[in-house]
């Protein structure tokens, strides 16, 4: 099969498609023929050496795919071949097939096609599991809500669920065209953070009050400003560290308003755990998605062989929502 290989670890440029062994599924395991697949920062990490998979996971790049069901292991019941799905994948996503633990399988969505459908998994499930699961973000109906990077791919369907959840939905983005679109998406105060701090924009309209739950991909440049943006039992959830990785941190304040700080991530989770999470993302977000409420918003459509191309563009930020790739 063709799939995109890191020829060395660095930028955009050792992306290159190459001709690899198929690969072979387990007995829990069905093969989908890919349809398209779509890049998130992870991806761009791994590229540069930062981010190996995990034991036992495909070496190739790719989070999330959608395509048709080639064959199934012998274990595996419910789904047959032919069928057409979208998964979260540990990896190998950018090839023309890849082996899925049949835990980590979704239908497509009525109303959404198959190529879109690749922008849904890693966005959906993290956004489920770690702002409002249990374990973690626990975001209840009228509590108040901020999500860093509004425009991303993360960031446009954690407002769109939110909204649609009865949240008071905040967000930060960087532009006046990726305000316009979070707006249009249900935040109810979205905030361009180069004209405004965000902090103090969350003070005023809150009365002092503060967020209750706030989904973090800027890490250390921005902790003090979080705990400061969050109220009494406020949940700060850290999926991202573009800001840095070391930052310091007020114990002060984070007792004196009784904060939880959480650490999102579904790569290296267990199978058990992902199967779970996978299981109640279709459960809660699969029906916004069917009836309209909730949809993938995706920047373009690229091919296989453009991945580099779409590594710049991700890494640039220039983007909204998710950047796909079709796989020919």
């Not at 047959?80 to 082996?99: F, N, P, T």
């Not at 425009?151 to 532009?175: D, K, L, P, Y």
């Not at 006046?176 to 998406?185: G, I």
Request: glycine share 12%; aromatic share 4%.
């Amino acid at each position: 099969m063709r799939a995109v290989v890191i020829t060395e670890p660095g930028g955009p440029e050792v992306l290159e498609v190459q001709e690899v062994p198929d690969p072979t599924p387990g007995p829990d395991d069905v093969l989908i023929r890919v349809a398209a697949t779509a890049i998130n920062r992870a991806d761009l990490l791994q590229r540069q050496g930062n981010y190996p998979p995990p034991d036992g996971a495909s070496p190739y790049l790719g989070m999330e795919c959608a395509g048709t069901i080639a064959a199934v292991g012998e274990t595996v019941a419910g789904w047959e071949v032919g069928d057409q799905v979208c998964a979260l994948l540990a990896g190998g996503g950018y090839a023309e097939q890849v082996a899925v633990p049949v835990g980590q399988l979704l239908p497509v969505p009525a109303g959404v096609s198959l190529v879109d459908a690749a922008a849904l998994p890693e966005a959906a499930c993290t956004v489920w599991s770690m702002v409002f699961g249990p374990l973690a973000g626990r975001l209840q109906p009228g509590e108040r809500f901020l999500v860093h990077g509004g425009s991303s791919g993360i960031g446009t369907m954690a407002i769109q669920v939110a909204h649609r959840f009865g949240a008071e939905v905040f967000c930060t983005a960087g532009t006046k065209r990726k305000v316009d679109v979070c707006r249009s998406l249900g935040a109810d105060h979205p905030i361009n953070y180069r004209e405004e701090e965000f902090e103090e924009v969350v003070r005023e309209l809150t009365d002092g009050a503060g967020l209750d739950v706030l989904l973090d991909n800027m890490g250390a440049s921005y902790l003090p400003r979080n705990i400061a943006a969050l109220g009494v039992g406020g949940r700060l959830i850290v999926l991202g560290l573009q800001g840095g990785v070391r930052g310091e941190l007020n114990l002060g304040a984070v007792l004196s308003k009784r904060i939880t700080i959480h650490a999102a991530g579904l790569r290296g989770r267990s199978l058990a755990q992902k199967a779970e999470i996978v299981a109640e993302t279709q459960a809660n977000v699969w029906p916004m998605i069917e009836s309209g409420a909730v949809r993938p918003i995706v920047d373009r459509v690229l091919t296989l062989d453009d991945a580099g191309e779409a590594h710049r563009l991700v890494d640039s930020s220039e983007h909204i929502g998710k950047v796909v790739l079709r796989v020919p």
